[in-house]
């Protein structure tokens, strides 16, 4: 057994975390999976975390140019983040021909089409599955237990933040600002937390994971994304009244005409199983046509999870490595189109404030019936404010631009004070 | 890229749904998994099936032996099932260097030291993934994406039969004779359902999951199992009182002095993820020392998961044959002991039909400080038949041995007319 040596870059918590398994599971992993992993060389931009992870001067260093320049280093693991001097380092070191494990999923669903053409270029192995749900092996099973489907839907909740927002928003009631202030406080919300609050975040992911399910080039542009900055409450209150739990749902689904992937708060029964996934814990749910649903489910997010992700990415990395293993690449060669949003058909949930009620459902039904809107209930919730109430209506199954075009003339009407929220409803 | 020629044992209904995913996909599996599949021998029993299935008269046979020997058989899929002709089709196959995809629990089950002992002294592949969970990619992940973690815990939801009866209990209050009949004319349980309804099912695939989850083999005879037949309608409400789930778990722990490996029905609370697994689905929960908890959620049985299952086996079978990829076989290797059932510490929850109630708490009480088994609460029941209450006690943690004590002296009161069902309890 040839000893696989791995250059890290980036010694944050999970290249500490992958530092750990190696230490902790090297003898496990060279009886059991026939992969002996050597940790020869690491950089960081700050040395503060040499000392603490137990490297030697000689291993760690400030430039990780060197570590992946070094021709004593094997493969890479890619642990800065970002598109900056990641992009820089990845493409080097598959320039170098050596296989890279990232995490970076907002280089991989921005500028996937020039790292993966250069990977299937030099036929190199790139690797990322802690870029998608943390420690969850999603992307293996997608690219291979699964290769015998042809993956229709795959959706899931991706950001743990926001999914621990919502299910105290859910669970105690809590405003947004609230919800967002917890989450700082326990250090799962960053001190600017639009990355997760306003989708990007679960956009880069449903990316990557429609990228492989359907073999076709998605990127973080393709993605219609909103975020759940508007969410409150209330919105979340009704929806439980009528049998429904808020998430926010990174959505992908393979029509006939082409792609259609969003990020967006979404209503979904409480019967489904992703409804049931609270907490900072994160769930892929995909449909094949021989397997049917599967999900899978579990930490989205912490050192240990991220770690253990690629552990098992430099595992599989380093057999084929060992073997001369041919690399099938991302093979995303399908070229599919993008629908727009405005295709979209599903239904919809709106909570309109309203201030003077004489003659509001007249106009509303005017509304409606130019745009041949169809609803399936009406309701009218306590006062809101000072002389104000709540309408909420619940739409059949509508095409988004009539929807669109219904709440624009909805705002026009003198009576509504605001179009307070406005949610989609998936039947899954 | 090389053809890679399968043959197939066994037309079932897997081994059609088999076929029909080569058909349908092997333009899409050449060109994103790399991989060229054609079935070129097919067997079975009966000819009926080979007309259904478009095989010419030189690539189907009734004899099994003929498609195993055949030198322009590449890889053999076993989808006979049993521990007769297939246990002999599989070493054969073995024995002439062929990799084997299996469905078949009960032979890994039972023959698994001599089947893995094979493949292992041969260097061949031999993978199994239908074997547990139907479509569920849960066997790869295990072995492959977590072999980071050291796995201290697998257990799950592995037979739709008895979920579905469950779920039927729950939700529509049937008995349990209702229950199975319903199954048997859904075509869910079998005319004679012991192996489902007694555990033996389930019991096979957690052996399997524990053999690979803790590296160390585990037999059916190890397992403790016990069915679902005593379970009434009343022991699933009375858990739903008090905010548990009833489920036919499969489990298995790695503790400080051995394995820990059982099924039999189980209280868990309403808010687990298992708890919401319903129906015919099935699930697989476990945790790793890295990655934390995880759950793989899908169709645990029916013909089109569990072939998409053999395909990607056949898949990864077929790569690493084309590359030369070395095996690294079950590395069953690490010998655990396997702790007897009396060595477990649970809680219980135990239902009694009691006659004459005057002096029984009393008497209850002696036996519970005689064995210092200590009791979280007692409850007493409405009227169970003329002159008969129901009294349900839930213990604290207790050891297995002192439990079925208690139970022994319970069992002798004058007042005790029947110990009607005992529930373990457990707080996942």
Redesign the interface.
Known sequence: MKTVKVGILGLGVVGG?VI???N??RE??K?????DLEVVRAADISTERFDQLGLTADQATTDAFEVVNDPNVDVVVELIGGTGIARDLVLAAIEAGKPVITANKALLATHGEEVFNLADDKGVDLRF?ASVGG???VL??LT???????ITRVMGIVNGTTNYMLSRMTDAGLSFDDAVKEAQDLGYAEADPTADVDGFDAAAKIAILASLAF?SRVTLDDVATEGIRKLSAADIEYAEEIGYAVKLLAIANKLENGIDVRVHPTMIPV?H?LA??NGVYNAVYMT????????????GA?A??A???V??????AA?AY?????V?GC?C?DSLPIRPLEDLETRYCVRLVIEDRSGVIHQLGEVFDKYDVSIKSLKQRGAYAEGQVEFIFVTHRTLEADMQAVLRDIEELTSVVEVASVLRVEEI
């Open positions: 975390g750990d398994i190696i902790k599971h496990k992993m009886t059991h999976a026939g992969v599955e420690g969850i092996p293996e099973p291979h237990a699964l290769t015998g489907n042809e073999n019967s199983q049931s996934v094949g046509d021989f397997v049917g649903d599967l999900m899978f489910f579990g930490e912490g240990g999870a770690a253990s992700a552990v098992g990415d430099l595992v599989e057999r060992q073997s001369g293993n041919e099938i093979t060669t």
